[in-house]
Nanobody, 122 residues
């Protein structure tokens, strides 16, 4: 069992930056690829970023490419999502997820965190 704990959400203004953290614990937690999805009401969760254990394989959705950066610190079993130039359309619940490889992370079939709300005001 892998437990994912997110933190860092909040209310910011358009143009601001925010960093989300996701710490993994449990068996094999530190060997997994990790990523982030987001979800707005009445829409499906969408994958926005993912990173392999080695950080060599990184994925970004087109909607966040150039503004969001995913990194990880394996000594802390933690992945980070640094979000810059935030826009009101980035408002969503952000979920951390983990799975064996980046492609599986993007599928959304792995382990999930509880989610953290990010609200961007105009």
């Amino acid at each position: 069992q892998v437990l994912l704990t997110e933190s860092g959400g909040g209310l910011v203004q358009a143009g601001d930056s925010l960093t989300l953290s996701c710490t993994a614990s449990g068996r094999r937690a530190n060997t997994l690829a990790m990523g982030w999805f987001r979800q707005v009401p009445d829409k499906e969760r969408e994958p926005i970023a993912a990173i392999s254990w080695s950080s060599e394989n990184i994925y970004y959705a087109d909607s966040v490419k150039g503004r969001f950066t995913i990194t990880r610190d394996n000594t802390k079993s933690t992945a980070y999502l640094n979000m810059t130039n935030l826009k009101p359309e980035d408002t969503a619940v952000y979920f951390c997820t983990a799975d064996l490889v980046v492609e599986y992370v993007k599928s959304g079939l792995g382990h999930w965190g509880q989610g953290t709300q990010v609200t961007v005001s105009s």
